[in-house]
């Protein structure tokens, strides 16, 4: 089996996994216990906190723990968006969904378009912040489908410049490219760690000292009233272990997985098939948005699945006709090309042995 799907997860960092097996079986206390045997537990999750913290230049007290990607971005559009927001039209439907949410609430919603590489319109978002006073942005570091990196710092600049308060989910970016939060200007910022070799099921929630924080998920005391529910202590440990490796060697994993990627275009384009590589120049390594003229993404994916390669699709077959994505909708494809859309997300895991087999097997599949 070739996995080549990593955008949809990854496989668990093995040092993560160890040190998670035994916080289980050692630390299983309540860390809210007064005890000893449970302050044990609670140094962990705190230790972990500050290890997080650490990785995106933020301060411990700004970090909270979540369920993952999902629930932060619910957290940020429910708790923030509720008068006006304004979203990007290629956010992940966590954004998009919480947005359609608020919306229903009365919000004034307002979609921010992107351009044909996948790149926010940043020109017109000061004239849509004037027009609609928008008291929230959100706009994701990194697409998921197309791996397009967003200027955070330039859109970071203009909310500012009206007062707003600026949340990106850096779900598929954090532990894959630098992120610092005070460099970026973020006010808030999503992150879940199956993304970055992770256990599933948790994730963080960045909120900068000084925007008024407000309780998520009501209950008990936990990360300092504002997300209640005992600790997943386990995860939470394995979590900053895994981010911490990843950061540690992320020049070179982002150099390995980039030599792939374009070892796997090279051998695409030498074939003579007729494709589009979506997305621009400034990307996330490894995430490969490819559409085949005349092709069904699905039905790629699936011949890919009789050859032992996992990869995912921009678009989905139903009854009727192929269904492309919103982002592959987003960027404005041609039909003939949006409905064979495939997306080959590598991993620091994936070798060169393997990319010749994808490439291979690929063009068995298109090639003429
Ligand atoms: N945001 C983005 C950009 C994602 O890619 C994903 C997962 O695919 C999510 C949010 C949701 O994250 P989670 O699976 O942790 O809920």
Request: glycine share 8%; hydrophobic share 40%.
């Amino acid at each position: 089996m070739i996995y080549a799907d990593n955008a949809a997860t990854t496989k668990i960092d093995p040092i993560a996994l160890d040190v998670m097996i035994s916080v289980l079986k050692e630390q299983y206390a309540n860390p809210s216990q007064p005890y000893s045997f449970a302050q044990e537990a609670k140094k962990q999750v705190e230790e972990a906190r500050a290890t997080i913290a650490n990785c995106i230049n933020a301060y411990p007290e700004e970090i909270f723990f979540t369920s993952g990607g999902t629930e932060s971005d619910n957290w940020a559009i429910k708790n923030y968006g509720m008068e006006s927001l304004i979203t990007s039209s290629i956010e992940h439907h966590a954004i998009l969904n919480a947005a359609e949410f608020v919306a229903r609430q009365g919000s004034q919603v307002t979609i921010l378009p992107v351009d044909k590489n996948g790149y926010a319109e940043t020109n017109i978002l000061g004239e849509l912040l004037e027009k609609t006073g928008a008291k929230l942005v959100s706009v994701m570091c990194a697409n998921n489908e197309i791996g397009s990196i967003q200027d955070i710092k330039g859109i970071s600049n203009i909310v500012h410049e009206y007062d707003a308060l600026f949340h990106s989910d850096a779900v598929q970016a954090v532990g894959h490219i630098k992120v610092d939060v005070k460099a970026m200007g973020i006010d808030m910022l999503s992150a879940s760690a199956h993304k970055f070799n992770g256990p599933k099921g948790i994730g963080f929630m960045y909120i900068k000292n000084g925007v008024n924080k407000s309780s998520f998920i009501c209950g008990g005391a936990q990360e300092n009233n504002l997300r209640a529910g005992t600790e997943n202590v386990a995860s939470i440990v394995g979590m900053a272990v895994a981010l911490k490796n990843n950061i540690q060697n992320i020049d070179e994993h982002q150099r390995n997985i980039s030599l792939l990627e374009t070892r796997l275009i090279d051998r695409l384009n030498a074939s003579k098939i007729d494709f589009l590589k979506n997305g621009g120049d400034n990307k996330l390594p490894g995430n490969i948005s490819l559409s085949f003229k005349g092709y069904e993404g699905e039905a790629i994916l699936h011949r890919l699945d009789l050859k032992g390669i996992c990869v995912s699709t921009g678009s989905a077959c139903d009854s009727k006709r192929t269904q492309i994505s919103h982002v592959i909708k987003a960027i404005g494809l041609d039909r003939e090309y949006a409905e064979g859309t495939i997306r080959i997300s590598l991993g620091k895991d994936n070798t060169v042995e393997e990319i010749d087999y994808i490439a291979d097997s690929i063009i068995s599949i298109v090639g003429v």
